[in-house]
């Protein structure tokens, strides 16, 4: 009797050990303000990618892939909680994103991406721009993640020379000189360098996520990539600089896909690639205010701080050798389903205590099936501008252009788009189809009801000292 219950104990832990040794590795390289058409496997014509087109071929190229929000820091707290941001106080119409000045940060009952994979003993590592609270009670330690290096927000802020930086916003000299900005280097907790030296900023957490993967290349791990770049101010390295011969923004973007190469390279070395999902996106549409530093949405219309395609439809390519079946997926995903589908992949348990607004998309990346994923609600600055389904998408409210101090625009009346037919959202069809009109306005109205749940903002409080 005692062998049978010993061997079926071993046989349990026997199991749960090999599906623990075969949960894949999950990377997230997250760029800042990178546009739709800003790489090559997306139809840029000029910037030299080949490493994310490796990636778009060897995976799959998502061509309708949404963020949360079309600024920083709530499409951050819906990549990393699978929430839309109004739910956890993480958008604002005051204050669009956590500033030097703000006392708060994502609250700390939300449940990240990393404190899901924790309780399937993943380590865990967040490297760059994390703008989700600055202050040490806010920072990637105390939401899941082991290890943390980067610049805690924007990489414009902390500047005394704001209204110098708006006029000179075409000056490639003012772009390149660090003594304007004050933003810290924190690891961990502590701030290590002040100012950070930008111009090797991609150039150091690249070589941060290769050291991660270096050391934890014998358990399962999830390595949060955020990307300062191609935010304004732009910088790049020395060995970059000038490299395309084409234009300041085309150098960072083209040291951003050398730093992709160098991940997959350490992934190669390591035989981790076979188990590991790599996923390369962006956290908003480009910033067109600042023209030749602002990158292209490509056919999208507008571009960040806009609910337009261009605001919050990003490039997004997901690569794992073996585990993701190759081919494009021309049909809706977003960044808040990331949490359900890494836990689906890791055989983590999901929260049932609180509403997620993602989709687990494990048998699209593995078989090429249907996404789940049939809608999705366009929200910024806290408020409700639009809703598409596969075909059809209505505004109530715009943002043609990101502008502080610029407020919404209720439309008169609800414009619709066939975003089939009509990518550049150009031509308004609402007169000739009252019915969907009708039927999609009641949609939102029961969205508007469902988010009931939303706890008060937490963007708008302004009480610290710089």
């Given amino acids: 009797m005692k062998n049978t219950t010993f061997a079926i104990i071993f046989l349990i832990f026997f199991s749960l050990s090999a599906q623990q040794d075969n949960s894949p590795n999950f990377i997230i390289v997250f760029c800042d303000d990178l546009g739709y058409g800003d790489i090559g496997s997306f139809g840029h014509p000029i910037i030299r990618t080949p490493n994310i087109d490796r990636m778009a071929v060897e995976g799959q190229k998502w061509t309708q892939f949404y963020v949360a929000d079309p600024v920083c820091t709530p499409s951050r707290a819906g990549l990393l909680t699978g929430r839309y941001p109004i739910r956890n106080?993480?958008?604002?119409?005051?204050?669009?994103?956590?500033?030097?000045?703000?006392?708060?940060?994502?609250?700390?009952?939300?449940?990240?991406?990393?404190?899901?994979?924790?309780?399937?003993?993943?380590?865990?590592?967040?490297?760059?721009k994390?703008?989700?609270?600055?202050?040490?009670?806010?920072?990637?330690?105390?939401?899941?993640?082991?290890?943390?290096?980067?610049?805690?927000?924007?990489?414009?802020?902390?500047?005394?020379?704001?209204?110098?930086?708006?006029?000179?916003?075409?000056n490639p000299d003012y772009y390149s000189n660090t003594k304007f900005y004050n933003v810290p280097l924190i690891e961990n907790t502590e701030v290590i360098e002040r100012p950070a030296d930008q111009t090797t900023i991609t150039k150091r957490y690249t070589q941060k996520a290769v050291q991660f993967i270096e050391q934890n290349k014998s358990k399962p791990f999830f390595l949060y990539l955020a990307h300062s770049m191609p935010h304004i101010?732009?910088?790049?390295?020395?060995?970059?600089?000038?490299?395309?011969?084409?234009?300041?923004?085309?150098?960072?973007?083209?040291?951003?896909?050398?730093?992709?190469?160098?991940?997959?390279?350490?992934?190669?070395?390591?035989q981790l690639d076979k188990n590991t999902i790599v996923i390369f996106t962006s956290d908003n549409g480009p910033w067109l205010r600042f023209k030749t530093h602002g990158g292209s949405a490509g056919p999208l219309r507008a571009g960040k701080g806009t609910t337009f395609e261009g605001g919050q439809r990003v490039p997004t390519v997901f690569w794992g050798p073996g585990i993701?079946?190759?081919?494009?997926?021309?049909?809706?995903g977003a960044t808040l389903d990331l949490l359900p589908t890494f836990a689906a992949f890791s055989g983590a348990d999901l929260p049932t205590d609180r509403k997620l607004?993602?989709?687990?998309?494990?048998?699209?990346?593995?078989?090429?099936?249907?996404?789940?994923?049939?809608?999705?609600?366009?929200?910024?600055?806290?408020?409700?501008?639009?809703?598409?389904?596969?075909?059809?998408?209505?505004?109530?409210?715009?943002r043609e252009i990101l502008?502080?101090?610029?407020?919404?625009?209720?439309?008169?009346?609800?414009?619709?788009?066939?975003?089939?037919?009509?990518?550049?959202?150009?031509?308004?069809?609402?007169?000739?189809?009252?019915?969907t009109v009708a039927k999609m306005l009641n949609i939102m109205d029961q969205h508007l009801n469902d988010v009931s749940d939303a706890i008060p903002d937490q963007l708008a409080a302004q009480t610290l000292k710089n």
């Fill in 357 to 398: 607004d993602g989709y687990n998309l494990f048998k699209v990346l593995t078989k090429k099936t249907d996404s789940p994923r049939k809608d999705f609600f366009y929200w910024a600055f806290a408020e409700l501008h639009g809703y598409r389904n596969d075909q059809y998408k209505i505004h109530i409210k715009q």
């Fill in 403 to 435: 502008e502080y101090g610029k407020p919404t625009i209720v439309l008169d009346s609800p414009e619709l788009y066939d975003l089939k037919a009509d990518i550049s959202e150009k031509y308004d069809v609402s007169q000739t189809l009252p019915e």
């Fill in 130 to 170: 994390w703008h989700l609270g600055h202050l040490p009670k806010f920072l990637p330690k105390e939401q899941g993640f082991d290890y943390y290096y980067g610049i805690p927000y924007s990489n414009d802020m902390d500047s005394n020379q704001w209204e110098e930086y708006l006029k000179k916003s075409q």
């Fill in 324 to 332: 993701v079946t190759p081919g494009v997926i021309d049909e809706l």
């Fill in 233 to 270: 101010p732009l910088f790049a390295s020395e060995e970059f600089r000038g490299r395309s011969k084409a234009s300041l923004y085309v150098d960072v973007i083209e040291e951003i896909d050398w730093s992709v190469g160098e991940v997959l390279k350490a992934l190669e070395k390591n």
């Fill in 89 to 128: 106080g993480m958008t604002s119409s005051k204050r669009h994103v956590f500033f030097p000045d703000s006392p708060n940060g994502l609250p700390l009952e939300e449940v990240t991406i990393a404190e899901i994979l924790k309780t399937r003993a993943y380590a865990t590592a967040a490297i760059g």
